[in-house]
């Protein structure tokens, strides 16, 4: 397994994963939002949770087997809150899995990149 | 010459001159916005071209709402349409009080608190309220007291009549202000009347029906509508919907809907509801004319007028459950004075009003015959094909997404039930239905736009399941699961279950859409669109639009085009074109607005009034917001 020293794009992912746990939360308490208290938005906060966890470890671990289960894990809870995001009709939540998946796939060129060298 | 103040002058000038004129129909003073629930305002500020401005102009939390969950008090249905009228709005609360609000502002003026124990967490408070009445004298005299007054009731049968300025009790009124209707209530007493939908107000009398229990005894009060003096609440007439010889045995065929009325030609309309017990009728066999009817009366005698019975022998609940719209049709050189009465079948009966003959045919169709032993299914139903049905007469198939996610328990379900197109008779293994009590249209009925005569309407597209069981296999079963088991019927051979036919993570496995909201042109009976309405939302996820929704509340129709609808399950408002039937706003409320909403103008400003307080048909989300809409300065 090549390295994962991704630089911009891991903290990329850290900063898209904290916005959307600081927006799904928001979603949660405000009745306004129309998504307050429901599962979907509870789900939400757990997978934003979670990548940051990921995404932290990545930047930490920077190679090996389990930064690379966790990077390509990553991928998978970008697509999946985008999905969530949308059926949520939450737009920014969207946009911060933009932002995510910006990071995901300069992490994957750079690393890319590094590991050609 | 000097200039003198004449002040005898001023005052002659002020006498003479009229009032500021408000324009006509710009009040929203009934229920239904009229008397003839018709669910329109000739206001036109707000147009098709502007809508998309409209904004927040106060909003108001009444602090009235239960989520459930603590002790026995239930999630609270707000369903109240506000009044606004003696430049006022007003509305009642599921708590039972009545808030007086400045109509611009959202300020409250007063509050008036009906102490009944329905206030109190106990098992008869069901959560409920539909509204107020308002009733004033022909030339009010200011600063008199009760001259103009409000009437709410409460879930034990009273009556509560109070000042519309002051909030104060009218003491005239039945015993200090509290008239106690349930004094009436002396057949099969079981439960106490529930007032919960607001008397219909013709010229200085309120005439007054109520709503009860199902399912629960057979022999429980009933069906009974009174006529009553609107100063007093003394009682001028009574009617009753069940035979006499009936009455000990069989009980409800009530009228809990609105009614409407023609002051003109004397007459009120009753949404006759289903006689007990809902689902099997062994022992109703006898002709019950007034059940699942609309009944005319002479609204100064309470003598029948005439009647039609919308469903014959029912044993599906489908309750006439909304106000009949009243409308002038012109028709082969004529106008028909006519009534549209939309039901839970979906059938849109449209008959001339003073005679209750069709103006659309209806059609008497041979329908299945029950196999439940003891119950004989009437051999035909009344059918309405112009104007077309809101529902398909035919299960609309399965929903392969959901029968797929349940590993296909929807296929398998559907095998074992007995499945014959509309009206097919409840069973012991299972029945499709559909439009089953909650499908069709319901309570808020449609709107029309009179001008035009143009009428809209929303409609649920809903599959329950109809299971009648012996009486020993119901109480082993209630003995292993409790109330889960379905209702009891005590005194009827056979309990019942009614289920939404879902699969097991709760997805419907019928194809959607849902529900969807219809405009038809009643010159000639022809639908002008239908569209999906609303979005399904599950654990927050909202749905395809073209799914539609299920919806509980009704439209309203303004002069200029546009028509107002809360209902959905997605607690969004909506402003839909009246031509195209095009979604042109929409707006997020506290929960969803099953409350038809009220329309009104007050200081030269056209304001749309939802109250937001949800119901657990549609959705688990319920709220309190009174919420009030307008187009910036």
Known sequence: MGSLSCGRGTWCIVLASITGLAIALYDYVTPETGIDQSGGVLLVIVAMGLMLCAALSVALLGSGLVAGILFFLILLDIVGTAIAGYFLESPMLMGAMVIAAIGWFR????????NWQ | MKNRFYPHAFLLAALLLPAAPRAEGQDWSDFN???????????????????KNLGVAWSLHTGDVSYGGAGKMPKTQWQSTP?????????????????????????????????????EPNAKFRGRNRGIAYWAVANPVAGQHCQKMLYIGTVEGQLHAIDADSGQLCQGFGNHGILNVNQWNTVNPKFPFELNQPPVVYKDMLVLGWAGIDSLWQASPPGSVFGLDARTGTKRWEFQTIPENMRQ????????????VDVANGMVYLPVSSPENNFYGGDRLQDMPYATSVTALHADTGQVAWARQLVHHDLWDLDTNSAPTLVDIPKGGKTIPALVQA???????????????PIYPIVEKPVPKSNVPGEIASATQPWVPTPAPTV??????????????????????YASYRDEGRFTPPSMGGTVVMPPTAG???????????????????????????????????????????????????GSPYASRTFNFFNKWGMPCWNPPYGTLSSYDLKTGKLLWRHPFGQVQQWGFYMPESWGSVTIGGPVITKSGLIFIGASMDSRVRAVDLKTGNVLWKHMVAAPAVATPAIYTYRGRQYILFAAGGNNLVSPRVGDQLVAFTLPN
């Not at chain 2, 039972?96 to 502002?105: L, S, Y």
């Not at chain 2, 059938?347 to 005679?355: G, K």
Request: proline letters at 4%; one cysteine or more; a positive charge.
């Open chain 2, 249 to 260: 045995k069989i009980g409800t065929a009530n009228v809990w809907a609105a009614m409407s």
């Open chain 2, 33 to 51: 916005g009229n008397v003839m629930g018709q669910k329109y305002s000739t206001a036109s500020q707000i147009t098709p071209a502007n809508v």
């Open chain 2, 343 to 357: 039901t839970k079948q979906g059938f849109l009966f449209v008959l001339n009003r003073l005679t209750g003959e």
């Open chain 2, 440 to 490: 069709g249209v319901e309570w808020g009925g449609g709107a029309v736009d009179p001008a035009t005569q143009t009428y809209v309407v929303n409609s649920s597209n809903l599959v329950r399941i109809y299971q009648l069981m012996a009486r020993n296999e119901f109480n082993a079963l209630e003995k292993k699961i409790g109330p889960a088991a379905g209702s009891p019927n005590f």
């Open chain 1, 107 to 114: 992490c994957l060129v750079v690393s890319a990149q590094r």
């Open chain 2, 83 to 119: 009044l606004f009228v003696n430049n006022t709005v007003y509305v009642s609360t599921p708590f039972f009080r009545i808030f007086a609000i400045e109509p611009d502002t959202g300020k409250v003026k007063w509050i008036y608190a009906a102490h009944t124990m329905s206030n």
């Open chain 2, 392 to 413: 398909g007469d035919r299960f609309p198939g399965i929903f392969k997404l959901a029968d797929w996610a349940g590993g296909g328990q929807c296929s398998r379900d």
